[in-house]
């Protein structure tokens, strides 16, 4: 018997941003902007940068997209399935403030 347990990362942004493996200080993020539609279906499809981290919930709708502008972190950007997309922007953009 197979059993799977799916449950919703939760997401907590103080002075980093922490989401399943994901925990990357603020200070090292650009500015964190929400996808839908069209363009969020090409960012998680033929879009994605191998060098992204990313947390993607097919059944979410929406995400953001955060660069990474440490230039010592090899990761290009973060992509991340959110409801609440407006809102986690804008608690990522509101430190970078």
Do not use: C, H, W
């Amino acid at each position: 018997m197979l059993l799977s347990i799916f449950s919703a990362a939760t997401i907590r942004v103080d002075e980093n941003i922490r989401v399943g493996r994901i925990n990357v200080p603020l200070s090292a993020l650009g500015e964190a902007v929400g996808l839908e539609g069209e363009q969020m279906k090409m960012e998680r499809g033929p879009g994605l940068s191998p060098a992204a981290q990313f947390l993607i919930r097919g059944d979410i709708k929406s995400m953001i997209k955060v660069p990474v502008i440490d230039p010592n972190d090899p990761t290009a950007y973060l992509l991340i399935s959110t409801r609440k997309p407006s809102e986690l922007a804008g608690a990522i953009n509101a430190y970078r403030g």
